[in-house]
């Protein structure tokens, strides 16, 4: 079985602006991609919250703030100096 490779316009670790959505406007760096579903996360954007079980970790529960999905075409890669 021949696996391809999905390219894609950003990369882990690049610096990007959200150019549509709820998220307009807001910048940070690409912590994860999937190329597979189309889908960047992006530091501090889109912060969702995640209910967690009781665990040795939190012994009471949790709610945990982390960074959800966006879809990778409502992201645009900046340069260095911030640009686009």
């Known amino acids: 079985?021949?696996?391809s490779r999905i390219k894609t316009h950003v990369a882990k670790n690049?610096?990007?602006e959200v150019i549509s959505g709820n998220h307009r406007g807001a910048t940070g760096k690409v912590l994860q991609?999937?190329?597979a579903k189309q889908q960047v996360i992006v530091e501090g954007v889109r912060m969702i919250?995640?209910?967690a079980r009781k665990s040795q970790e939190h012994p009471?529960?949790?709610i945990?703030?982390?960074e959800?999905?966006?879809?990778i075409s409502n992201v645009r890669r900046l340069d260095a100096?911030?640009?686009s």
Do not use: Q, T, Y
């Open 64 to 66: 945990i703030e982390r």
């Open 60 to 62: 009471e529960g949790a």
């Open 33 to 35: 991609v999937f190329p």
């Open 14 to 16: 690049d610096d990007v």
């Open 68 to 71: 959800g999905p966006i879809h």
């Open 81 to 83: 100096k911030g640009n």
């Open 1 to 3: 079985m021949k696996r």
């Open 49 to 51: 919250k995640k209910h």
